[in-house]
């Protein structure tokens, strides 16, 4: 069964400390890889995607890896600010017969103190 | 949030009734989709819609009703056969099922 791991569930930093999410997966075949960041109470708002060839993506502060091998993704974020605290939800899809319906993990819950 | 709007922000409705999720896009996406959000789960596919006039069940479809009478237009209706209905509930469209999906804000659902 497809699955997708975050790491941790929740974070508390402070506002300008840098720090990184994890993300595992065993969906199989890979397609593609997205980071989403989901306000509270607010639809998920995608950050990167990244597909089998990509090891690195930024967007800003935020900067996505990708180790297809292991199977592993992370997204660090830099010099946090209080408008980062959200939830951070790791997308993974797969190709199966044309379709590329998403698995989607449970998200890691960031909050950043002034 | 992306030309994709739910209504009503907020619903509330008493046990056993069936009750209609509005969800509109404008953004010419063939594809759509309505997901379930429970606290600490991750989101669950209710119902996808690859193009208009056809829908698939997802992983959590029991209790659910879709219709895709227009390319814009996805509402999601939630019967009384639904054992736990209260939830946040979110409404994406894709150009196509390999796309990045744009998500509406959601509807909260409260059912008692």
């Known amino acids: 069964k497809n699955q997708v791991e975050q790491s941790p569930q929740s974070l508390i930093i402070l506002e300008g400390k840098n720090c990184t999410l994890q993300?595992?997966?065993?969906?199989?075949?890979?397609?593609?890889l997205r980071w989403y960041k989901q306000d509270t109470g607010r639809g998920p708002v995608s950050l990167t995607i990244?597909?089998?060839?990509?090891n690195t993506k930024s967007n800003g502060r935020y900067t996505a890896t990708l180790d297809a091998d292991t199977k592993q993704s992370s997204l660090h974020i830099t010099a946090s600010q209080l408008s980062d605290s959200a939830s951070y939800i790791c997308?993974?899809?797969?190709?199966?017969?044309?379709?590329?319906?998403?698995?989607f993990g449970r998200g890691t819950s960031l909050i950043v103190h002034p | 949030d992306g030309g994709i709007t739910q209504s009503p922000k907020y619903l509330f409705r008493k046990e056993g009734q069936n009750v209609t999720l509005s969800c509109e896009q404008n953004?010419?996406?063939?594809?759509m989709y309505w997901y379930r959000q429970d606290p600490g789960q991750g989101l669950r596919l209710i119902y996808y819609?690859?193009?208009?006039?056809?829908?698939q069940k997802g992983d959590i479809a029991e209790g659910y009703s879709v219709s895709r009478e227009k390319k814009e237009s996805f509402p999601l209706t939630v019967t009384s056969a639904q054992k736990n209905p209260t939830a946040f509930y979110l409404c994406?469209?894709?150009?196509?099922?390999?796309?990045?999906?744009?998500f509406g804000p959601g509807t909260r659902l409260t059912v008692t």
């Open positions: 994406a469209s894709s150009i196509d099922l390999s796309s990045e999906q744009y």
């Open positions: 993300c595992n997966y065993t969906v199989s075949p890979f397609s593609n």
């Open positions: 990244m597909t089998f060839s990509e």
């Open positions: 997308v993974v899809s797969a190709t199966s017969g044309g379709s590329y319906i998403p698995t």
């Open positions: 953004l010419n996406h063939d594809a």
């Open positions: 819609s690859q193009i208009v006039n056809d829908f």
